[in-house]
């Protein structure tokens, strides 16, 4: 047999044996896309409709059979939830309380965080401690908060929320933050502090810089987590500082008729800044939680 035709067959016998194997781990390679597709298209078939529905004309809302994507989409029920029931108010409002939520989470609990892990201020169990404190369901405290909140003026006001809402994401924010400054090196902030800085500006000029990550994962938890709180915003407000989500929850109680477009409206307004915020930073907020769990 010459050269070539051993070759040749020494080929054949190579393709054949990639296409065997190949063959016996494609059942299990198909059957595993086939679940994540079907998976995302469970988890996703509600969004798609929310979202289909706040674009639908009012006549298409109830057609049957139902209208998966319609001809004719409008904005009439974005501008109609807005203006009409309360919407811009409730926007407004939670724009604003989760951007203070944010800074003062984050300012606060990046120096809780930075002391505990330079100053092993409380022993070694302190984290751990913080961070319980974010196991109390809120239900368990919601009737001794509004009693304090009425002695102190604070019922229907963005302020009472703002500090409310930073208690609460406080706990978690102060245990990535910790995770974060317990695997930086000192030894930057020590050649800082030999140049003249003091402390503060270490954690500023220093810290903070390297930090970045830590920063944004928090930063996002607790504006999520504020953006997102219905309990509290039901109990403790009314006209003044309601939010975005009691405003969606009350469509169907305050207001009569086929409000399935206007309700769709608002969910997609309250949905997508939570959603698309968490997709940009879901790198820093996964590798927060892994630094908490090694470091823990």
Known sequence: MTTDAL??????ARGTSRVVRGRRVRPGTIARFLF???FTLFVLAPFYWVAVTSIKPSDDLLASPPIWFPKHPTAIHYATSLNHMRGWLGLKNSVIIASFVTILSVLIGSAAAYSMARFRTGGKHLAFWVLSQRF???IAVVIPVFLMF?????????????LLYTVFALPFTIWMMYAYFRQMPPD???AALVDGCSRWQALWKVAWPLAAPGIVSAGAFAFIFSWTEFLFALVLTSTKAVTLPVIVAGTAVEFQGNLYGEASALTMVSLVPAVLLGILVQRHIVRGLTLGAVQG
């Not at 070759?7 to 054949?12: H, K, P, T, Y």
């Open 136 to 138: 109390l369901p809120p």
């Open 150 to 162: 009425r002695t102190l003026s604070l019922v229907d006001s963005r302020l009472g929320l703002i």
């Open 188 to 190: 930057l902030e020590e």
């Open 7 to 12: 070759r040749l067959r020494r080929g054949r």
């Open 36 to 38: 994540i597709a079907l």
